[in-house]
């Protein structure tokens, strides 16, 4: 279950235009600092991720399921179920008893606590980041670089070059 803050933070992405893995990604991080926290464990950065993902579909974050191919069925269709669940579409099947819910709860929970906090560490994260944008196209990159500085404002792409400058900076002294 996401907290307040990080569904009030999706929301504020949202009144800001920003995209829909913009919002999602409050719910990633709220995932990533749980786990650094040492609340639970992840196997991966993509599972850290995945449940992220997972609970954004389900506070309503209008997100896309991953294309076919990309990903297993599984995947696909549990994304699809997690949009539903969002959008409180009436399925035909009916949900399981409050019973029934706790349990797999309790379950999956002592699951992700028997894990590492190691697969949301900083290392982890920054390999898979690099990972992923290495898949995609430059023209992709470049385009959501593009987009991120539209959206970003004055005031935050004036932080930004800042900040640029100081990661510069320190890694001409290395």
């Known amino acids: 279950m996401p907290e307040k803050k990080t569904i009030k933070r999706a ?5 800001a235009g920003k995209a829909p893995s913009t919002q999602a990604g409050e719910f990633v991080k709220e995932q990533v600092d749980k786990v650094r926290a040492g609340k639970h464990g992840v196997k991966s950065a ?7 993902l997972s609970e ?9 399921p991953p294309k076919k ?19 409180h579409k009436s399925t035909a099947k009916k949900s399981a ?12 929970e002592s699951v992700l606590k028997r894990e590492s906090g190691a697969g ?3 290392a ?15 023209a992709s990159r470049s385009a959501a670089a593009k987009k991120a500085a539209a959206t970003k404002g004055a005031a935050g792409r004036s932080a930004a070059a800042k900040k640029a400058a100081r990661t510069r900076a320190a890694r001409a002294h290395h």
């Open 120 to 122: 949301a560490s900083h």
């Open 69 to 87: 191919g990309t990903t297993s069925e599984a995947t696909r269709k549990k994304a699809e179920k997690d949009s539903a669940a969002g959008q």
């Open 11 to 15: 929301e504020a992405d949202k009144r």
């Open 97 to 108: 008893s409050t019973e029934t819910r706790a349990k797999r709860s309790r379950v999956s």
């Open 124 to 138: 982890a994260m920054s390999k898979q980041a690099k990972s992923a944008a290495a898949k995609r196209p430059a």
């Open 46 to 52: 993509k599972q850290a991720i995945a449940i992220g």
């Open 56 to 64: 954004a579909r389900r506070a309503g974050v209008a997100l896309k």
